[in-house]
C-alpha cells in the first residue's frame, strides 16, 4: 500500500511568529518577490504543503507595546478564496476583508498553506473595513520543490544530460537525490524544509530495477495504473540503486513526488523530475546499438525503412531477430524481411509501419552474440523520425471570386514558416499557392491553400517539389514541423471536396396559397447536384408548430410529389405536406424579438450530404442554412366593436397581421383603407377610415369607421374582410407584398342590437280570442318589412348581429361555436300606476331552430309582440302602459345588455292587429 499524505496536515515551520501588525512605515508592498534582484525582507520562499502560523495584534499608540486585546481587526489577504493558498483562523476560512477579535493576549493566529505554486501573495492587517491603512506583513510564494540526481552523497558531481554513464549488464549505480530550493536568494540550496518527502520512481524498462543502497528491492505500489517504486527523504536527501539484467542502451526513469488528492479517488504528483543522464547497460564483448533511424523510400509517407547503428567490436557478432514498435511505442512486430550489415550498419528494408496519429515512437530491438566472447544479449534503442512530408489527399473547392481552394492533408505536421511559393508540382509543372488556414479544423495535418480561379482542376496530380529557385520559393521548400526535409513523395490526384455550400440567396419559406402557414421552401446550391445526390442527402426545416414548439419538418427528398430539383441542379423546391406537419398557423415570419439571431430555434434549415473529407474520408457533413422570409402578410384576426344606438358614432374595427408590417407607408387614411375590401350584405365593398391608430409592434391596426352611416346597413360580425391585391400597399418589413392568393377572413366581434317599437295600437275586441297568449315571440327574416304589423300592434322589433365566438375543430381551424352564441329576453308591462300586468321572457341560441341551425347564415329578425292581455289571459283596458325590455346577447368579449322602458297606448277601434295575424 502506498503511503498518502492526508490532505488537511501540514508541516508548520514555527508555532507562532508573532509580528506588530499595524501603525509601521511603509504599510504597502509592491515589489517582485522573483524577480527583483534584492528582494523585500517581507518575502517568504515556502515548499507546498509547509505552512506558517502568525500572531496578527494591533498597537495603539503604535509601537507602545500596548496590544489591544479583545479588539476587531480585519485581515487582508486578496489572494484568499482560492485553492491555490489557504488563510486560516481556528478552523474558519479566511476570506479577504474578514473580521476577526483578537483574543485575551490581543493576538489573531492566522495560518498559511498553499497547495499549488503561487507568488508574491501579501498577507496583512488592517484595523478598519476600508482596508486603506494595510499593513503588508508577509508576501508568500509557494513552490514546488526542485530534486537534483548526484553521483555522491554531498551532491558535489551533479548527474546533467552531458552526463554519459555506461555500465556492464547486472552492475548496479548509485544514485543520490536531494531537494532544492528552485527560486529566491537561497535558489540551488538544500531545501531543509522539504526535508521529508516521500518519492515515487517509474520506467518504460520493465527489466530496469530499483534497489534500496542495501541491495534490497524498493517497496512499490501502483498509482493510476503506473508501477512506482517508492523511496523516502530523510533530512532532504536520499539514495537509492539502479541496475538491470538485460542490455538497454537509453535507460530513463522518472521521479515524483509532492502528492496532491484533490478528491478520494484522484491522485496528482506536483514534482516530476526526469533522470537527466546518458545511462546504458551493456553485455561485455558485446557491440552497443547507438542509434536507429526510419525512412520513408518509396514516397508514399509511411516509413518502410530502419537504419540501425552499432558501436563497439561487430567481428564474429551475429544479429537475429528485429522487432520494432514504431509508430505506437506499442506491442513489437517481428521483422521478417531482409536485412544487410555494412561494418558498424544494419538497414532493414521492407519494414511494414503506420502514419502515426501524433509524434512517432518506439524501439527497435535484435537480439546479438560473439563468437569470440561466447557472450550474448538483447539490444534495444529508440527509433528517430527521418521521413519527409508527403501529400496524402488533395481536394478542390472552388471558391467565389478570384480564387479557388485546395486542400492538402499530409502525413505530419507541416513548419509554419512556410506560407507562399512555388513548392508543388500540379502535373509535374511547378504550381504556386498560398496557405490561407494552417490547420483545418484544429488539424495541424491538413492546410487550405488558395490558388487561381480554374488553375488547378479535379484529376490533375499534385506532389512536393523538391528543389526550387529562390526567387519563386521566398519561403523555402515545404518541409515537416520535426526538421525533416521534403524527399521522395508520390503525386497524389485531385478530387471534388463534394462541399456544395448552400446559397442562401435563394433559401426561402413560402406561403402559396395566401392561408398564413408556411407550405413550402427553396433550398439552393452553389454546384449542381443530381437527383441520386437526393439520395444521400438530408434536408431539414425548422419552423414553429400550432402548439409553440420547434417543428423540424424532414421530408422525403425522393418523393416527387413533394420535392422537385431545378433543370440546373442548383435549387430545390420542397412543398410541405400540411397534413403530416403540424405547420402553425397565422406565422409567416420569423420571430427574432428577444431571440439570439446565432440561436434561432426555427426560421432556419440544415443540409446533411456526403463530403470528402481532407484526409480523404467521406463523412456525412451539415450545413446551416440561412433562410429568407419569402412569405406575404395576412389578415390573423379582426374584432369589431358595434354602436348600437347612436347613428353619429363610429365603429371600431381592430385588423391584426400575421406579422408585424411596415406601417410608414399606411398612416394614410385613404391608403390604408384602399388596402381592404368588406363583404356586407353580399356585395363586396369599400369602407373609408376616420382615424387609425397603429400598435407599436406594426402587428395591428385600430380603425375608426361608418360614423354617420346608418347602423342598419354597417359592417356586423360574421361580415368579410379581405386585402384588396390591386391597390393593397402592405408590405411585411422584408417587402413582401400581398399574395393574390390571400384568403377572406370572416369578421368577428361583439354583437349589435338595433330596437324599435310602437307607441300606439288600437283594441279590436272582437278579433281577441280568449284562447291565445298574453305574448309572442315572432321570426321574421331580415329582408322581410314590419312596418305594416308594427302600426297596428306594440312590441319590441329587434335587428340583432350576432356576436362571433370562435373555437377550433378537431384539425385546428377555426370554427364558430353557435351553441356559445344567443340571447336571452325579458317583457314585462305594468299600468301607468305601477301595477303589474304581464310579462314574458326567453333563452336562445344561434343554433336554435328559429334560425335554421345558424344565425350567421340565416338571418333574423325577432318580433316580441304583448297581445294586450294580462298574465291570466285578461283583456286590458284603454290606457296608459309601461313597458320593461331587457335583453342581453352573449358571445363575445362582452355580453350586449340593455334595459328600454317603452311607454305604450291603447285606444278602442278598428284597425287594431288581430291575434290570429
Same mark, same amino acid.
Request: proline share 4%; charged share 25%; with cysteine.
Given at each position: 500500500?502506498?503511503?498518502?499524505?492526508?490532505?488537511?496536515?501540514?508541516?508548520?515551520?514555527?508555532?507562532?511568529?508573532?509580528?506588530?501588525?499595524?501603525?509601521?512605515?511603509?504599510?504597502?508592498?509592491?515589489?517582485?518577490?522573483?524577480?527583483?534582484?534584492?528582494?523585500?525582507?517581507?518575502?517568504?520562499?515556502?515548499?507546498?504543503?509547509?505552512?506558517?502560523?502568525?500572531?496578527?495584534?494591533?498597537?495603539?499608540?503604535?509601537?507602545?507595546?500596548?496590544?489591544?486585546?479583545?479588539?476587531?481587526?480585519?485581515?487582508?489577504?486578496?489572494?484568499?478564496?482560492?485553492?491555490?493558498?489557504?488563510?486560516?483562523?481556528?478552523?474558519?476560512?479566511?476570506?479577504?476583508?474578514?473580521?476577526?477579535?483578537?483574543?485575551?493576549?490581543?493576538?489573531?493566529?492566522?495560518?498559511?498553506?498553499?497547495?499549488?505554486?503561487?507568488?508574491?501573495?501579501?498577507?496583512?492587517?488592517?484595523?478598519?473595513?476600508?482596508?486603506?491603512?494595510?499593513?503588508?506583513?508577509?508576501?508568500?510564494?509557494?513552490?514546488?520543490?526542485?530534486?537534483?540526481?548526484?553521483?555522491?552523497?554531498?551532491?558535489?558531481?551533479?548527474?546533467?544530460?552531458?552526463?554519459?554513464?555506461?555500465?556492464?549488464?547486472?552492475?548496479?549505480?548509485?544514485?543520490?537525490?536531494?531537494?532544492?530550493?528552485?527560486?529566491?536568494?537561497?535558489?540551488?540550496?538544500?531545501?531543509?524544509?522539504?526535508?521529508?518527502?516521500?518519492?515515487?520512481?517509474?520506467?518504460?524498462?520493465?527489466?530496469?530495477?530499483?534497489?534500496?543502497?542495501?541491495?534490497?528491492?524498493?517497496?512499490?505500489?501502483?498509482?493510476?495504473?503506473?508501477?512506482?517504486?517508492?523511496?523516502?527523504?530523510?533530512?532532504?536527501?536520499?539514495?537509492?540503486?539502479?541496475?538491470?539484467?538485460?542490455?538497454?542502451?537509453?535507460?530513463?526513469?522518472?521521479?515524483?513526488?509532492?502528492?496532491?488528492?484533490?478528491?478520494?479517488?484522484?491522485?496528482?504528483?506536483?514534482?516530476?523530475?526526469?533522470?537527466?543522464?546518458?545511462?546504458?547497460?551493456?553485455?561485455?564483448?558485446?557491440?552497443?546499438?547507438?542509434?536507429?533511424?526510419?525512412?520513408?523510400?518509396?514516397?508514399?509517407?509511411?516509413?518502410?525503412?530502419?537504419?540501425?547503428?552499432?558501436?563497439?567490436?561487430?567481428?564474429?557478432?551475429?544479429?537475429?531477430?528485429?522487432?520494432?514498435?514504431?509508430?505506437?511505442?506499442?506491442?513489437?512486430?517481428?521483422?521478417?524481411?531482409?536485412?544487410?550489415?555494412?561494418?558498424?550498419?544494419?538497414?532493414?528494408?521492407?519494414?511494414?509501419?503506420?502514419?502515426?496519429?501524433?509524434?512517432?515512437?518506439?524501439?527497435?530491438?535484435?537480439?546479438?552474440?560473439?563468437?569470440?566472447?561466447?557472450?550474448?544479449?538483447?539490444?534495444?534503442?529508440?527509433?528517430?523520425?527521418?521521413?519527409?512530408?508527403?501529400?496524402?489527399?488533395?481536394?478542390?473547392?472552388?471558391?467565389?471570386?478570384?480564387?479557388?481552394?485546395?486542400?492538402?492533408?499530409?502525413?505530419?505536421?507541416?513548419?509554419?514558416?512556410?506560407?507562399?511559393?512555388?513548392?508543388?508540382?500540379?502535373?509535374?509543372?511547378?504550381?504556386?499557392?498560398?496557405?490561407?488556414?494552417?490547420?483545418?479544423?484544429?488539424?495541424?495535418?491538413?492546410?487550405?491553400?488558395?490558388?487561381?480561379?480554374?488553375?488547378?482542376?479535379?484529376?490533375?496530380?499534385?506532389?512536393?517539389?523538391?528543389?526550387?529557385?529562390?526567387?519563386?520559393?521566398?519561403?523555402?521548400?515545404?518541409?515537416?514541423?520535426?526538421?525533416?526535409?521534403?524527399?521522395?513523395?508520390?503525386?497524389?490526384?485531385?478530387?471534388?471536396?463534394?462541399?456544395?455550400?448552400?446559397?442562401?440567396?435563394?433559401?426561402?419559406?413560402?406561403?402559396?396559397?395566401?392561408?398564413?402557414?408556411? $407550405?413550402?421552401? !427553396?433550398?439552393? %446550391?452553389? @454546384? +449542381?447536384?443530381? *437527383? /441520386?445526390? =437526393? &439520395? #444521400?442527402?438530408?434536408?431539414?426545416?425548422?419552423?414553429?408548430?400550432?402548439?409553440?414548439?420547434?417543428?423540424?419538418?424532414?421530408?422525403?427528398?425522393?418523393?416527387?410529389?413533394?420535392?422537385?430539383?431545378?433543370?440546373?441542379?442548383?435549387?430545390?423546391?420542397?412543398?410541405?405536406?400540411?397534413?403530416?406537419?403540424?405547420?402553425?398557423?397565422?406565422?409567416?415570419?420569423?420571430?427574432?424579438?428577444?431571440?439570439?439571431?446565432?440561436?434561432?430555434?426555427?426560421?432556419?434549415?440544415?443540409?446533411?450530404?456526403?463530403?470528402?473529407?481532407?484526409?480523404?474520408?467521406?463523412?456525412?457533413?451539415?450545413?446551416?442554412?440561412?433562410?429568407?422570409?419569402?412569405?406575404?402578410?395576412?389578415?390573423?384576426?379582426?374584432?369589431?366593436?358595434?354602436?348600437?344606438?347612436?347613428?353619429?358614432?363610429? $365603429?371600431?374595427? !381592430?385588423?391584426? %397581421?400575421? @406579422? +408585424?408590417?411596415? *406601417? /410608414?407607408? =399606411? &398612416? #394614410?387614411?385613404?391608403?390604408?383603407?384602399?388596402?381592404?375590401?368588406?363583404?356586407?350584405?353580399?356585395?363586396?365593398?369599400?369602407?373609408?377610415?376616420?382615424?387609425?391608430?397603429?400598435?407599436?409592434?406594426?402587428?395591428?391596426?385600430?380603425?375608426?369607421?361608418?360614423?354617420?352611416?346608418?347602423?342598419?346597413?354597417?359592417?356586423?360580425?360574421?361580415?368579410?374582410?379581405?386585402?384588396?391585391?390591386?391597390?393593397?400597399?402592405?408590405?411585411?418589413?422584408?417587402?413582401?407584398?400581398?399574395?393574390?392568393?390571400?384568403?377572406?377572413?370572416?369578421?368577428?366581434?361583439?354583437?349589435?342590437?338595433?330596437?324599435?317599437?310602437?307607441?300606439?295600437?288600437?283594441?279590436?275586441?272582437?278579433?281577441?280570442?280568449?284562447?291565445?297568449?298574453?305574448?309572442?315571440?315572432?321570426?321574421?327574416?331580415? $329582408?322581410?318589412?314590419?312596418?305594416?304589423?308594427?302600426?297596428?300592434?306594440?312590441?319590441?322589433?329587434?335587428?340583432?348581429?350576432?356576436?362571433?365566438?370562435?373555437?377550433?375543430?378537431?384539425?385546428?381551424?377555426?370554427?364558430?361555436?353557435?351553441?356559445?352564441?344567443?340571447?336571452?329576453?325579458?317583457?314585462?308591462?305594468?299600468?301607468?300606476?305601477?301595477?303589474?300586468?304581464?310579462?314574458?321572457?326567453?333563452?336562445?341560441?344561434?343554433?336554435?331552430?328559429?334560425?335554421?341551425?345558424?344565425?350567421?347564415?340565416?338571418?333574423?329578425?325577432?318580433?316580441?309582440?304583448?297581445?294586450?292581455?294580462?298574465?291570466?289571459?285578461?283583456?286590458?283596458?284603454?290606457?296608459?302602459?309601461?313597458?320593461?325590455?331587457?335583453?342581453?346577447?352573449?358571445?363575445?368579449?362582452?355580453?350586449?345588455?340593455?334595459?328600454?322602458?317603452?311607454?305604450?297606448?291603447?285606444?278602442?277601434?278598428?284597425?287594431?292587429?288581430?291575434?290570429?295575424?
Amino acid at each position: 500500500m502506498l503511503a498518502k499524505r492526508q490532505n488537511g496536515l501540514f508541516l508548520f515551520v514555527s508555532t507562532l511568529l508573532l509580528m506588530a501588525a499595524w501603525g509601521f512605515a511603509g504599510v504597502n508592498y509592491s515589489g517582485d518577490c522573483i524577480n527583483d534582484a534584492k528582494p523585500d525582507s517581507r518575502c517568504v520562499y515556502l515548499p507546498l504543503d509547509v505552512g506558517q502560523m502568525i500572531g496578527l495584534y494591533v498597537e495603539d499608540p503604535p509601537k507602545s507595546g500596548n496590544r489591544l486585546k479583545n479588539a476587531p481587526l480585519y485581515v487582508y489577504a486578496p489572494n484568499a478564496g482560492s485553492d491555490t493558498i489557504v488563510f486560516t483562523v481556528g478552523s474558519d476560512v479566511v476570506a479577504n476583508g474578514q473580521m476577526f477579535t483578537s483574543d485575551n493576549n490581543g493576538y489573531v493566529v492566522t495560518g498559511v498553506t498553499g497547495h499549488w505554486t503561487v507568488s508574491n501573495a501579501p498577507l496583512g492587517v488592517s484595523v478598519n473595513s476600508s482596508m486603506q491603512d494595510v499593513n503588508v506583513i508577509y508576501v508568500y510564494n509557494f513552490y514546488v520543490p526542485e530534486f537534483q540526481f548526484c553521483e555522491d552523497a554531498d551532491c558535489k558531481e551533479v548527474i546533467s544530460d552531458i552526463s554519459n554513464i555506461q555500465l556492464n549488464v547486472g552492475d548496479t549505480l548509485p544514485v543520490y537525490v536531494q531537494s532544492v530550493i528552485p527560486l529566491g536568494p537561497s535558489k540551488g540550496k538544500l531545501d531543509t524544509l522539504a526535508k521529508d518527502l516521500q518519492y515515487f520512481l517509474s520506467s518504460k524498462h520493465e527489466d530496469l530495477k530499483f534497489l534500496t543502497p542495501a541491495k534490497t528491492p524498493m517497496g512499490h505500489g501502483t498509482i493510476n495504473g503506473t508501477k512506482y517504486y517508492i523511496g523516502q527523504l530523510s533530512e532532504s536527501r536520499s539514495s537509492f540503486l539502479v541496475t538491470s539484467d538485460k542490455a538497454i542502451s537509453d535507460v530513463n526513469f522518472t521521479l515524483e513526488s509532492s502528492i496532491y488528492n484533490p478528491k478520494p479517488d484522484s491522485t496528482v504528483f506536483r514534482v516530476k523530475e526526469e533522470f537527466p543522464g546518458n545511462l546504458q547497460f551493456v553485455n561485455y564483448g558485446l557491440p552497443s546499438l547507438d542509434s536507429a533511424f526510419i525512412y520513408d523510400t518509396d514516397g508514399d509517407g509511411v516509413g518502410d525503412s530502419i537504419a540501425a547503428y552499432f558501436n563497439g567490436q561487430m567481428n564474429g557478432v551475429s544479429l537475429e531477430n528485429f522487432q520494432y514498435n514504431w509508430p505506437t511505442g506499442g506491442d513489437y512486430t517481428d521483422f521478417s524481411g531482409d536485412f544487410t550489415l555494412d561494418g558498424h550498419l544494419a538497414e532493414l528494408t521492407g519494414v511494414k509501419t503506420t502514419i502515426p496519429d501524433g509524434d512517432g515512437q518506439g524501439n527497435l530491438k535484435v537480439d546479438v552474440s560473439s563468437t569470440v566472447s561466447g557472450a550474448n544479449g538483447n539490444l534495444s534503442t529508440a527509433i528517430q523520425d527521418r521521413i519527409g512530408p508527403v501529400i496524402q489527399t488533395a481536394t478542390l473547392e472552388p471558391g467565389d471570386g478570384d480564387y479557388d481552394y485546395v486542400i492538402l492533408s499530409f502525413n505530419k505536421p507541416l513548419d509554419t514558416s512556410w506560407t507562399s511559393g512555388s513548392g508543388f508540382l500540379l502535373d509535374g509543372i511547378p504550381l504556386s499557392m498560398t496557405a490561407v488556414e494552417k490547420g483545418v479544423d484544429g488539424n495541424d495535418r491538413i492546410w487550405k491553400f488558395k490558388v487561381p480561379k480554374n488553375s488547378v482542376q479535379v484529376g490533375g496530380e499534385l506532389e512536393l517539389a523538391t528543389s526550387c529557385a529562390k526567387d519563386k520559393c521566398p519561403d523555402g521548400l515545404i518541409k515537416a514541423a520535426d526538421g525533416n526535409k521534403t524527399g521522395k513523395n508520390n503525386p497524389v490526384k485531385i478530387t471534388n471536396s463534394g462541399k456544395n455550400y448552400v446559397d442562401d440567396e435563394r433559401n426561402g419559406f413560402y406561403d402559396k396559397n395566401g392561408d398564413g402557414r408556411m $407550405d413550402s421552401a !427553396t433550398v439552393a %446550391f452553389k @454546384e +449542381p447536384i443530381s *437527383k /441520386k445526390d =437526393l &439520395e #444521400d442527402m438530408e434536408v431539414v426545416l425548422y419552423w414553429m408548430d400550432n402548439q409553440g414548439n420547434v417543428l423540424e419538418i424532414k421530408p422525403d427528398l425522393t418523393d416527387t410529389n413533394f420535392v422537385k430539383l431545378s433543370k440546373d441542379g442548383l435549387v430545390l423546391s420542397i412543398t410541405v405536406d400540411t397534413t403530416k406537419f403540424d405547420v402553425r398557423r397565422m406565422l409567416t415570419y420569423v420571430d427574432t424579438a428577444g431571440i439570439d439571431v446565432d440561436s434561432l430555434k426555427y426560421g432556419f434549415a440544415k443540409v446533411t450530404k456526403p463530403v470528402v473529407q481532407a484526409d480523404g474520408i467521406t463523412k456525412m457533413e451539415t450545413y446551416d442554412c440561412t433562410m429568407h422570409d419569402r412569405m406575404s402578410p395576412v389578415i390573423s384576426g379582426t374584432f369589431l366593436e358595434p354602436e348600437s344606438f347612436q347613428k353619429m358614432e363610429a $365603429d371600431v374595427l !381592430t385588423i391584426s %397581421f400575421s @406579422e +408585424p408590417v411596415d *406601417k /410608414k407607408a =399606411l &398612416e #394614410d387614411l385613404t391608403a390604408l383603407s384602399d388596402c381592404f375590401k368588406f363583404k356586407v350584405d353580399g356585395e363586396w365593398v369599400s369602407i373609408p377610415f376616420s382615424s387609425l391608430e397603429w400598435s407599436k409592434d406594426g402587428k395591428s391596426v385600430k380603425l375608426h369607421l361608418e360614423n354617420g352611416v346608418p347602423l342598419a346597413e354597417r359592417l356586423n360580425p360574421a361580415d368579410s374582410i379581405k386585402f384588396d391585391f390591386d391597390k393593397a400597399k402592405i408590405t411585411d418589413l422584408d417587402g413582401n407584398g400581398v399574395s393574390p392568393n390571400s384568403q377572406p377572413t370572416m369578421v368577428k366581434g361583439d354583437p349589435r342590437v338595433l330596437m324599435q317599437s310602437t307607441s300606439l295600437a288600437s283594441l279590436d275586441r272582437a278579433v281577441l280570442l280568449a284562447d291565445k297568449a298574453a305574448f309572442t315571440e315572432r321570426f321574421v327574416n331580415a $329582408d322581410e318589412p314590419m312596418d305594416e304589423e308594427m302600426k297596428k300592434s306594440l312590441g319590441v322589433l329587434m335587428d340583432i348581429s350576432f356576436a362571433t365566438v370562435m373555437g377550433e375543430d378537431s384539425t385546428g381551424v377555426s370554427q364558430m361555436n353557435l351553441d356559445d352564441v344567443g340571447l336571452s329576453w325579458e317583457l314585462k308591462v305594468f299600468t301607468n300606476l305601477g301595477a303589474y300586468v304581464g310579462g314574458a321572457s326567453n333563452k336562445i341560441k344561434c343554433s336554435d331552430k328559429a334560425f335554421e341551425g345558424n344565425c350567421f347564415e340565416h338571418a333574423k329578425k325577432m318580433y316580441v309582440r304583448w297581445n294586450m292581455r294580462s298574465s291570466e289571459g285578461r283583456k286590458v283596458g284603454v290606457g296608459v302602459y309601461v313597458a320593461q325590455f331587457k335583453i342581453n346577447v352573449y358571445g363575445a368579449k362582452d355580453n350586449f345588455k340593455v334595459e328600454r322602458i317603452y311607454n305604450w297606448g291603447i285606444r278602442a277601434g278598428k284597425g287594431g292587429m288581430s291575434l290570429g295575424d
